[in-house]
């Protein structure tokens, strides 16, 4: 096991909660972070997120900051973009790309954790020391219970609750008080139920976590070139397994389900509602409405821990499908050497100062632009006057060109499909079209009976084609799939 104070070192040496602490405007960014992110539990647009930050620096007239390369020269907007850039190198902010290519952000874990921890400093009225230890003493009675194994002892334990609760039953009925918290009973147990969902969106984001940290190695040992797919395909498994099989993983996966019971919604909406309109009845102050909301952000925060796993398994499906022939594997070798690079560059938390630099100018032909241009535009005089058009359109040439002359009725041609099913169990749709006399409208016709075989009995054969003419006086005709029609 390892020491407490080898992980404390090791926490105060890489931790980025530690690291945001010791910022020299912590105070102004975590404020910022809290009042944009914490609250809301959503993700943020990039340009929405750029844009209040810019704001926010102009109302605390920042001016430079050596630490994030942030200077007096640089105006609002700049500064913004590059804390969002560094804040998300650092792993205070976390980022994903939506399938629209907009990129949004949201809290990482530590940033999260560290608010928790900050706001959890925070000096109380009054301690709910009652509270507290009755929640103590309820979960040590349940551990207790539930890990014994002599089931006599359990049977006792069960009986003393029946009594208990059969106690109480008569005390009411023989118009006694039901028991009822008082207000300093109420509002210690209420806080440690909302902290303690809070609590549970970092518990999803670790998990989202580990779900990355799975992905990462499948990107190593693929870019190192030393693995085999099959290796690869075995390490993911066996990380799956581990992750599944570990407390933290059969704990997620069982909230998981759980919480996507619906009864178990219908239940939880009761009882928040209820549990609100009791705060209101009785006037207790409570600014906190974290609850009314938690089925929402836990079931987004439980939909990316999915598209994490979803992002692994895609990554795996492409190792395995790789093509493997020589152009290929020259590519995939200079792209493998290209992440080995990056992925040194990312354990030391370097930000690799590279681009793409183009050789020539790149051709942009856009036909339908405004030319800019010095020369005036030529003025047109129209001499004569325009004649008026008769007001009968019917008398317009070509006019008839506007109207549908033919109309294909399905009802006709399937007619003749039955037609045709009376002679013979099964017969092709060439031989429907010519013992009903051909085509006589051309090709509305021929899709006209395509549609209508879809009220029939039929199989479609690609392999095999048929030729229908469409038009006997220019010889045209198209060649379409065999389609037989079945009795």
């Not at 099964?426 to 085509?439: F, R």
């Amino acid at each position: 096991m390892v020491p407490q104070t080898e992980v404390l070192s090791e926490i105060l040496r890489t931790s980025p909660c530690v690291e945001l602490l010791r910022l020299r405007n912590r105070q102004l960014i975590i404020l910022f972070l809290f009042n944009t992110f914490y609250h809301r539990q959503t993700a943020v647009p990039f340009e929405s997120l750029r844009m209040q930050l810019a704001d926010y620096l102009n109302a605390m007239h920042l001016e430079q900051d050596e630490e994030s390369g942030i200077t007096e020269f640089d105006s609002f907007e700049e500064k913004a973009g590059k804390y969002i850039q560094r804040w998300t190198d650092k792993g205070f902010l976390r980022n994903y790309q939506e399938e629209t290519g907009e990129v949004f952000y949201e809290l990482s874990l530590y940033t999260s954790k560290t608010i928790d921890w900050l706001l959890s400093l925070k000096r109380e009225e009054f301690v709910g020391t009652e509270s507290k230890f009755m929640n103590l003493f309820g979960q040590l009675k349940e551990l207790v219970e539930f890990t014994n194994e002599d089931k006599e002892e359990r049977v006792r334990m069960l009986e003393e609750k029946k009594r208990e609760i059969e106690h109480q039953i008569q005390v009411i009925r023989a118009g006694g008080d039901a028991q009822l918290f008082e207000e300093y009973q109420i509002l210690p147990r209420f806080k440690q139920i909302s902290q303690s969902a809070k609590e549970l969106l970092s518990d999803f984001k670790e998990v989202e976590e580990n779900f990355k940290s799975i992905t990462k190695d499948i990107y190593r040992r693929h870019a190192e070139g030393e693995y085999s797919k099959g290796d690869i395909l075995g390490f993911t498994f066996d990380a799956l397994e581990n992750l599944q099989q570990s407390p933290q993983g059969k704990s997620f996966y069982a909230f998981w389900d759980f919480l996507l019971t619906p009864s178990l919604q219908h239940t939880w909406d009761g009882l928040v509602e209820h549990l609100y309109d009791t705060l209101d009845d009785k006037r207790l102050e409570v600014n906190d409405t974290f609850l009314k909301n938690m089925k929402q952000y836990l079931y987004a925060a439980g939909k990316k821990v999915y598209q994490a796993n979803d992002k692994m398994a895609e990554k795996l499906s492409r190792i395995i499908c790789e093509n493997g022939t020589v152009p290929a594997v020259l590519a995939q070798r200079v792209i493998a050497d290209i992440q080995s690079s990056l992925l040194v560059l990312a354990q030391k938390n370097i930000t690799p100062d590279v681009s793409l630099e183009v050789e020539t100018l790149p051709d942009i032909n856009m036909p339908t632009e405004r030319k800019l241009t010095l020369e005036q535009n030529t003025e047109v005089n129209y001499r004569q006057a325009l004649e008026l058009a008769s007001s009968d359109i019917s008398e317009a040439r070509s006019a008839g060109n506007l109207f549908v002359q033919n109309r294909i009725d399905r009802r006709i041609l399937a007619q003749h499909i039955r037609q045709a099913l009376r002679h013979k169990r099964q017969v092709s749709l060439g031989e429907i079209i010519e013992a009903g006399g051909g085509l006589s409208q051309g090709l509305p016709e021929l899709f006209g009976y395509i549609g209508a075989v879809r009220d029939f009995r039929h199989t479609i054969s690609p392999e095999r084609t048929q030729t229908v003419v469409f038009d006997e006086a220019r010889q045209k005709a198209i060649v379409i799939p065999e389609i037989i029609v079945i009795r």
